[in-house]
């Protein structure tokens, strides 16, 4: 008598990526189109998949992590350990892994967006009923690039600091003009 292992499909074929077990090549050209790392690392029999597949602790207890979260300030520490949450509540799998991944194998390239993306944060919330960061990035306004192992453009790290520059220039001029109306009705002239 042979048992066999159930199929994690549990004959849905395609439910999120073709069968692993079904449509083997089907699944590993999906899986290296989709999450490359993964794909490569799932290939190695890399031994941080498997943790991550046993368990999706807090960013604070994966060892990997570490080494990235020691170089972020509080704030885009704060960041990082709140997007590691959104990725294993919304997206474990591949994302959250390939995400994982990233972050273990790119972490360096990864501190300088993350703490600019902090700042971006900061100011965002600075402005009351704001639609959050208004410059550069992609639509959101934050960089993604970084948490994709890329590098993000200079250009458009120069277009943003050009814009935010003129937000500045603007905003003091705002101070300079409330401080002196404050001082007018500090002092009416009769």
Known sequence: MTTETPCLCDGDEGWIAPCQT???????AWLTQRAP????????GDPFVKQLEDDRPPAADIPEF?????????????NFDRDWDLYTD???????????LTVRDTWPQMVQPAERDALRTQLADAIPDGDGYPFGGDTSGYETDAYDGQISDPAELLDEADQVAELIQRAQ?????LRQHATLADNPTH
């Open 66 to 78: 570490q080494p990235l979260r020691a170089a972020l300030t509080p704030a885009a520490r704060e």
């Open 37 to 44: 790392r993964l794909a490569a690392a799932e290939a190695a």
């Open 90 to 100: 919304s997206e474990p799998w591949p994302d959250a892994y390939e995400f994982a």
């Open 173 to 177: 001029a705002l101070e300079v003009m």
């Open 22 to 28: 079904h449509k083997p090549a089907e699944y590993q």
